[in-house]
């Protein structure tokens, strides 16, 4: 029995070591002769390699055939060449493609191409040769829907001074509205036209479009140019129009240019741009709340008089003063009527004298009243 159970432990001991051997084994194996070799890199050129439809970089390596990056061009904004091409750039690598641009057009594409739709720009230059009062003016004249904006700017060549008029108008419906700047408000003015809607229309589209130019057999193509060239001087009042050229492209009106002549010296050159589908019109904020009347003081001398004081009562008073303009300003909600209030003239500048008893009151239908006072030393 005993030998019996010595030879368990002896067997139970050999187990033992054989499993930490095995262990030790396989978690504290010596290093082999054979390691991973590192994956190569390649080292491509920073300049790009392209074809007619995709860019990439190229290998260093004489013997490397590896490319990367590969990838379409992506076209920038044209740009139209002298030889009337829409010129392509690549925004990535700088490739270039060309399209070529169909400057003639029919009888058809003629008539058509006056009418504009209802999103474009014009943008209008024109100068007088240098004189003791040259002069420069930049016009923009936009629609957007049934949104239109003008922005004109004069400027006097010789002494840089500007004058700028700008304003917008809107179509609700079968009406048209006019918005214009009230330097009195510091505010723009909403004011219903009178003339219908293809009234206006018409008259703002003559501004640009004389009667003549929808007559194409009075002009001519000039390949060199790549315009239709007027074949006479049109008629412009007492002075005439020369050098008439319309350019177009696919179909579309791009350009006129023209000299205004009088007798054989040249009185103004112009030149219009026009452009399609970019233009956006945010209207100005009105008031609409708000009915708007000016009291107006005039002294003896025939001036404006600034920082009179004056005050429109019914139930209560409503307070206001003269500006530089000699207006002073006074506004009633829609549901107001002027003609339930009385005006009268509470205190005048230093030197000036008036009635200040008196009650003055607006006619009807009108947003002005004249009020009269004696100027200093009169």
């Not at 396989?26 to 590192?38: H, K, L």
């Not at 809107?170 to 918005?179: A, D, M, R």
């Not at 050229?245 to 030149?271: P, Q, R």
């Amino acid at each position: 029995m005993k030998k019996f159970i010595t030879f368990l432990l002896v067997l139970c001991m050999m187990v033992t070591v054989f499993a930490s051997c095995t262990n030790e084994s396989s978690t504290n194996e010596p290093p082999t002769s054979e390691t991973t070799a590192p994956a190569h890199e390649h080292d491509f050129k920073a300049e790009w390699e392209k074809d007619t439809t995709h860019h990439w970089h190229v290998c260093k390596g004489e013997a490397c055939a590896e490319t990367a990056d590969k990838a379409e061009h992506t076209w920038g904004e044209p740009v139209v060449s002298a030889a009337k091409e829409r010129v392509f750039t690549c925004t990535a690598c700088g490739q270039t493609k060309s399209e070529a641009i169909k400057t003639t057009v029919s009888a058809e594409e003629w008539t058509a191409a006056f009418d504009l739709g209802t999103n474009w720009a014009i943008s209008v230059s024109a100068h007088t040769p240098p004189s003791e009062d040259s002069r420069s003016m930049t016009v923009l004249q936009e629609r957007d829907g049934n949104k239109f904006h003008y922005k004109g700017i004069e400027k006097n060549n010789n002494t840089g001074k500007e004058s700028t008029n700008e304003n917008y108008d809107e179509i609700v419906g079968t009406q048209w509205y006019q918005y214009s700047y009230d330097e009195d408000l510091k505010a723009y003015e909403k004011e219903l036209s009178p003339r219908t809607v293809e009234e206006q229309l018409s008259a703002l589209m003559s501004m640009f479009f004389p009667a003549f130019i929808q007559n194409m057999e009075s002009f001519t193509y000039d390949e060199a140019k790549k315009a239709y060239v007027a074949t006479a001087p049109m008629p412009a009042e007492t002075m005439a129009i020369k050098n008439f050229e319309i350019f177009f492209e696919d179909g579309k009106l791009v350009a006129i240019t023209y000299d205004i002549m009088n007798g054989e010296k040249l009185f103004a050159s112009y030149a219009f741009t026009f452009t399609y589908g970019k233009t956006s019109v945010t209207l100005p904020t009105v008031d609409e709340t708000k009915n708007v009347y000016k009291v107006i003081v005039i002294d003896s001398n025939g001036d404006r008089v600034k920082g009179v004081r004056i005050q429109a009562c019914k139930d209560s008073c409503l307070p206001a003063v003269t500006n530089e303009n000699g207006v002073a300003v006074i506004r009633l909600d829609k549901t107001e009527d002027i003609l339930q209030y009385h005006i009268t003239i509470t205190k005048l500048p230093t030197g000036y004298t008036g009635d200040t008893t008196t009650e003055y009151f607006f006619n009807e239908g009108e947003e002005y009243l004249y009020l009269f006072i004696t100027a200093p030393g009169k």
